[in-house]
Every structure is written in structure tokens, then in C-alpha cells.
């Protein structure tokens, strides 16, 4: 039944999803066959070639959740249209530093600094990796969109001002995250905080025109 088939299907795509993160996590990308995949899960690597295509293809859904995560934190903070674009980045940063904070996160970046070499080296995938590693800047500057920068503001931010914004936000994150990979201490939220809202400078100092600096930034 056509039924039953897409849902074993999908069962089998979440039973070897979770196999390959655990395995890609523990051991890194390249460590990892498909062989080793399939037995983890309980299946052939037949499945993984007729669900994923290859491999790669099974890093791509990994990205997928872990990104997932990253999106239900911040899912919260869609609704709240109140909130500024400081509180924003602000409670972006604090729950980026949880995820990142647990063994499990901090091994993802291993895996994703080895994502972004082999997004790097292959030509005909590599487009495909690096778009869901920039998701995390996507979703921020659609959350940041639309906000004020101050309570008392009347103007908000353009698409083009989030944009700017959530890209510096994201090399701070990443910058922060990588440093607590390696680091001996524990990922502090609140310094995340203050450097996520440090950052928002960048859409609320005047630019030379007496624009805002992320307008201007923007255009050039």
C-alpha cells in the first residue's frame, strides 16, 4: 500500500538520520562508511542509497536536524513582535550557547567544520552544503526583520539591515562556539548575550550619509 510504504520509508529515513549523527558526532564525517550507517540503524545500505541518494546525502539530513534544534529554540521568539532587535539577538545567543554547551553540540562543530571542507572541495554538492550551513543566518534575519532597534524607535529594520546584521551575528556565534570547543571553560550564555547585543551597533550608530550603518553597508 502506498500508505504504509512512504511511512516505513520515513521511518527508515529517522532510524538512519539519527544512526549517521551519532556516528558522524562521535567519529567524524570521514571516519564513518555507509556500511557502519546501515548496521547502526538496522538496515542495508540499500535504504541509504534508495532514501539519500549516497552519503553525502545523509549529511544533509544530519545538518537538517541539528539545524532544526537550533530553529525550535529561537521559535519563541517569533511571535513576540515587542521584542527588540537587541532582545532578540540577545535570546538568540543564549540558547545557541545551550545547544553548543552540550557534548553533543560540541562535537556537531567538528562535524561542520568538516561539513564546510568538503562544501569547499566538491563542486557539484558543495552548493547544497553550504546553504544549510548559512540556515542559522537566514533564520535570524527573518526573526530580526521588521524589529526596532531601541523600545522608542518608530523605525524598523529592513530586510537588507537583518541581513547585515544577522551575518555579523553568526560569525560571532561561530566565532564563540568554536573558541568553547576547544576551550577549557564552559560556554557562558550571558557573555554570549552581551556580544550578541553588541553587534546590533552595526544597524543603530549613524553612517556617513547619516543613514544607519547597516543601510548603508548594504547598498555598497
Known amino acids: 500500500m502506498p500508505g504504509r510504504r512512504a511511512e516505513s520509508r520515513r521511518r527508515n529515513a529517522e532510524a538512519l538520520t539519527r544512526a549517521a549523527e551519532q556516528l558522524f558526532t562521535r567519529h567524524g564525517y570521514q571516519a564513518v562508511g555507509i556500511e557502519r550507517i546501515a548496521e547502526e540503524a538496522g538496515l542495508t545500505t540499500g ?6 541518494g549516497a552519503k553525502q546525502g545523509l549529511l544533509l539530513a544530519v545538518l537538517d536536524s541539528a539545524l532544526h534544534r537550533v530553529a525550535a529554540a529561537a521559535r519563541a521568539l517569533e511571535d513576540d513582535q515587542d521584542l527588540t532587535a537587541a532582545e532578540v539577538v540577545a535570546a538568540f545567543a543564549r540558547a545557541y550557547c545551550g545547544i553548543v554547551g552540550s557534548l553533543a553540540g560540541r562535537r556537531a562543530l567538528r562535524l561542520e567544520a568538516e561539513a564546510l571542507a568538503l562544501a569547499l572541495q566538491d563542486d557539484a554538492r558543495g552548493g547544497e552544503l553550504l546553504q544549510r550551513l548559512g540556515r542559522t ?6 526573526l ?8 522608542a524607535d518608530r523605525r524598523r529594520l529592513t530586510s537588507d539591515e537583518a ?3 544577522a551575518g ?10 568554536h ?6 571553560q564552559e560556554p557562558d550564555p ?11 551597533a552595526l544597524v543603530d550608530e549613524p553612517g556617513p550619509a547619516g543613514s544607519r550603518g547597516a543601510g548603508s553597508a548594504s547598498s555598497a
Not at 535504504?47 to 539519500?52: D, L, R
Not at 543566518?137 to 527573518?142: D, I, P, S, T
Not at 553568526?170 to 566565532?175: D, F
Open 168 to 177: 555579523a551575528e553568526a560569525a560571532i556565534l561561530h566565532g564563540l562556539a
Open 190 to 200: 550571558e557573555l554570549w548575550a552581551r556580544a550578541a547585543t553588541a553587534m546590533v
Open 47 to 52: 535504504a541509504i542509497y534508495s532514501i539519500f
Open 179 to 184: 573558541q568553547a570547543a576547544v576551550g577549557a
Open 163 to 165: 541581513a547585515t546584521l
Open 137 to 142: 543566518r537566514h533564520h535570524l534575519a527573518e
Open 144 to 151: 530580526l526583520t521588521g524589529r526596532r532597534v531601541h523600545p
